[in-house]
């Protein structure tokens, strides 16, 4: 993979977890381990991982919940978790680096951002804007339907190798137009969310510098040609080798004399994958963050999620 070029810093520090072979960890939390990664994947709305990072690092920072909450747990036990919450929501984009530093701090961090909607062209005249400056301006596109655990390790993986990085949606029409018929066969819509929900929730993680929504709704090389023109785009990231788009963005990218960088290889998990089988009456489309929510994470998870009908995956963050 390439590096990031020598001029430009990571965007945001990461914090890492300190690998022991699994029985040399302390008892409960190698009993525990997968259910708190658990915590970070719950689909399909990305805010609530985020709000789960924050409450588990809230509870995580307080001994005297913790072992309540947690029985059999050693002060070794609280160390390893803290430094295991820090390290998947640091690594996944869900919390900030900063963020994080406030949670142990004892400082309040909003479970929820205010999305910062704004037009297409208004993120084309910040680019612009960014650029003239000198700075990189990088793209990442796709449907993002839902936006995912894994899209959001994208976005911070592509953003150690720009200084702007724009979160390009296809519109609507487009995913009908693609996904339709598939999605049609397995008894869902397409999209699974509109445009407006699907930005919003990227726009609810603090490590996202901006969203559009890109126009074309056919596959139509001018027209992509015109949005990456439009939004200066130097770096348009992919997140797989085997991308079907990928011949028609390099030689787009190429004229335009700028570059695509591929982030995954061949390891990139679909949301399609993630929700494979899940039926829209399950999808909880218009899902409410709640205190109540939150304070409901340590001990009746399995039952929340049960009753609400929320779908959860386990990604490995340590392959």
Known sequence: MEQPPEQLKLREPVFTFHKLKEEAYPDWFRANKEGIARGFCIFPDIRFGRMMAISMLREAWNREIFMEENKGATELDRMYTISYIQYLASHSGLLSY?????????????NVIAPTHKTFEEVSLEAKARKSLG?????????????????????????????????????????????????????????????????????????????????????????????????????????ETNHPALPRMTKTMDELG???????????????????????????IDFIISEEATAMHSSDLADFLKVNGIYNFVLNQEQ
């Open 98 to 110: 900063n963020e994080i530093k406030k949670i142990q701090d004892g400082i309040v961090v909003k």
């Open 135 to 239: 700075q990189r301006i990088g793209l990442l596109s796709g449907s993002f339907d839902p936006f995912t655990i894994t899209h959001a390790s994208l976005q911070l993986m592509a953003r150690n190798y720009c200084d702007y990085l724009i979160l390009g949606f296809d519109n609507d029409e487009h995913i009908k137009l693609r996904k339709g018929k598939l999605r049609e066969d397995r008894g869902e819509k397409a999209p699974r969310y509109g445009i407006r929900q699907r930005r919003m929730f990227a726009e609810g993680l603090a490590v996202t510098d901006a969203t559009v929504e890109l126009h074309p709704v056919e596959i139509d090389e001018e027209a992509y040609r015109k949005e990456y023109l439009d939004l200066s785009v130097d770096v348009l990231f992919v997140g």
């Open 258 to 284: 700028g570059k695509v960088h591929i982030l995954f290889g061949d390891q990139f998990l679909h949301s399609t994958d993630i929700v494979d089988g899940a039926k829209d009456s399950e999808l909880p």
